[in-house]
């Protein structure tokens, strides 16, 4: 069987270094914060090009916290409007409505899967005041397009990185680092991924910084001194450390889903499978490698038939679940044509050669 993704097989390669980090945790008898956290923030932030990283407990709530911190700060307001991809997973539209602002659903460009601009276009209003893109599947959005339109009308750019850790924008900029702030997931299945939950948010906003840090943290400005009324979100030490060891093999792993990638681009040549559209190739982090066929139930029982296990990215737009009800009546025909027929095969840094053509050949005669 060729598993959708072997974490197992992922993490194996770091064991003994893993085990090196645990003891050194345990031995610092200091488990909350430590040293391991503030290591790993600094990694990062270097590693994205921002000036901070704070860690926090998870990816939904980095989206949350960069929101909330901007309503501290006055620079959003109880009932402003985000722009966000449609075809987005259901934590991107979360952090807005926790954040109690309004998510507004944006459709995607068909070719990229991406948010459109063209729709960004039509779906503002005065009361719009941010945009959360979303690099879906591991691919930047078009930023350059956000970017102006953002300008010139004054939204701050959120992104949601939760997909696209270490993607690379043609200006050499990487995601993090292409808007005001950015969510990263480090949850096990990311491109970075820890062995339990994590998550982080990058800026080079000072005051948004210490706001998220502060706010992650029960407000706390020092020790039992509360400034505002936050949460409970804190990386874990053990994970930070892990993500340290991680962090180093991550340009590695992300050429190596890029050349299964190109493979996949190259060599499967079917009419009934219609492959991803890679705009720049060091954009694309290919978090995913989502196809589009007709007759998806077929496709994905024809493969599991063959030995090769698909995942649904995802199978029920954010849109039309009963958790967000007040939307459903919502038309995205383009969002719904997407999770339709959208397919995700197996890509992953320890996929071997052997595993990628036999996938090739299995989909060339479909
Ligand atoms: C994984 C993911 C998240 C949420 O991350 P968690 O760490 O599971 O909370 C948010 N947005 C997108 C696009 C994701 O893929």
């Given at each position: 069987m060729i598993?959708?993704?072997?974490l197992h097989k992922i993490n194996q390669r770091f064991e003994v270094d893993f085990q090196a980090k645990f003891k050194t945790f345990i031995d610092s008898g200091h488990y909350i914060l430590g040293h391991g956290v503030a290591t790993f923030e600094t990694e990062f932030a270097n590693y994205c090009g921002t000036k901070y990283a704070i860690g926090v407990g998870n990816g939904l709530d980095a989206i949350t916290l960069i929101l909330k911190a901007y309503m501290a700060l006055g620079e959003l307001q109880k009932g402003d409007e985000v722009l966000v991809p449609a075809n987005t997973y259901i934590a991107s539209i979360l952090g807005i409505i926790q954040a109690d602002l309004i998510p507004v659903f944006v459709e995607p460009d068909l070719d990229t899967y991406n948010i459109s601009i063209a729709d960004v276009k039509r779906k503002i209003t005065t009361k719009t005041k941010a945009v959360l893109v979303v690099h879906l599947y591991g691919q930047l959005a078009n930023m350059d397009a956000i970017?102006?339109?953002?300008?010139?009308?004054?939204?701050?750019?959120?992104?949601?990185?939760a997909q696209a850790h270490g993607a690379t924008y043609k200006d050499n900029r990487r995601a993090g680092n292409l808007g005001n702030a950015a969510a990263f997931s480090f949850y096990p299945a990311k491109n970075l991924g820890a062995l339990g939950d994590a998550g982080a948010v990058t800026t080079n906003n000072t005051q948004l910084a210490?706001?998220?840090?502060?706010?992650?943290?029960?407000?706390?400005?020092?020790?039992?001194?509360?400034?505002l009324a936050g949460c409970n979100s804190r990386l874990d030490e053990i994970q930070a450390l892990f993500l340290s060891v991680k962090l180093k093999q991550l340009d590695t792993d992300n050429d190596f889903r890029r050349k299964v990638a190109n493979q996949y681009l190259s060599k499967v040549k079917n009419n009934k499978i219609i492959l991803p559209l890679c705009t720049e190739s060091k954009s694309h982090v290919f978090h995913l490698f989502v196809v589009r066929v007709n007759k998806k139930e077929e496709f994905m029982s024809y493969l599991l038939k063959h030995n090769i296990e698909t995942l649904n990215h995802y199978p029920i737009p954010p849109h039309k679940q009963d958790a967000l009800r007040g939307f459903n009546h919502l038309k995205l025909p383009i969002t719904e044509q997407i999770h339709n027929t959208v397919v995700s095969l197996p890509i992953s840094p320890v996929m071997s050669n052997d595993d990628v053509n036999y996938l090739i050949n299995v989909l060339n005669t479909y």
């Open positions: 598993k959708f993704l072997d970017q102006q339109f953002a300008g010139s009308n004054n939204l701050l750019i959120i992104e949601d990185a210490q706001t998220i840090k502060m706010l992650s943290n029960y407000g706390t400005t020092s020790k039992y001194v509360n400034k």
